[in-house]
């Protein structure tokens, strides 16, 4: 998707739909709503872009960044928003490959010891070992789910 007429389309793809009318009743917009963003005259708002995000199962960031880059007018700020869409689009990658490495080694047997290849276009191949990613994942997890301490150093800040 590099355009925000593909986003839009991809979108009525992902509802099952042709219709634009449909698309716009899902996304909680009026049809001339949409027809202005398929016209180049309106781009989505904050809730237009998450309604959109929602339904591609798309980071909101992505999506911003490419219609940005399309409506950019100088080429420096086409160059930043064309950067950015890459970068989302190369991590979205390797958090995937990430998460199907983590199902497969979460199923595996204790006792034997699985390495996952899984290549990224960001660094070298990586190599996973079931038993350090699944500690790893499991500190993570609770560290998420462990309620903190107040820190009146921060508090009110997040």
Do not use: C
């Not at 027809?35 to 309604?51: E, F, I, V």
């Not at 940005?68 to 064309?82: L, P, V």
């Amino acid at each position: 998707m590099n355009t925000l007429n593909e986003i839009l389309d991809s979108a009525k793809e992902s509802i099952g739909t042709t219709q634009d009318q449909e698309l716009a009743r899902k996304l909680g917009i009026g049809q001339s709503t949409l027809s202005g963003y398929r016209h180049g005259k309106s781009t989505p708002d904050a809730y237009a872009l998450m309604q959109l995000s929602a339904v591609l199962k798309k980071d909101a960031r992505e999506l911003l960044a490419v219609i940005e880059a399309e409506r950019a007018k100088t080429e420096e700020r086409r160059g930043y928003w064309e950067g950015l869409k890459t970068q989302f689009r190369k991590s979205s990658k390797t958090l995937g490959a990430l998460a199907a490495a983590a199902l497969v080694l979460a199923f595996a047997p204790s006792d034997q010891h699985i390495y996952m290849f899984a290549f990224t276009e960001l660094s070298a191949p990586m190599y996973i070992m079931s038993s350090y990613l699944l500690e790893w994942l499991d500190r993570l997890l609770k560290s998420l789910l462990t309620p903190k301490k107040e820190n009146p150093r921060w508090s009110g800040v997040f």
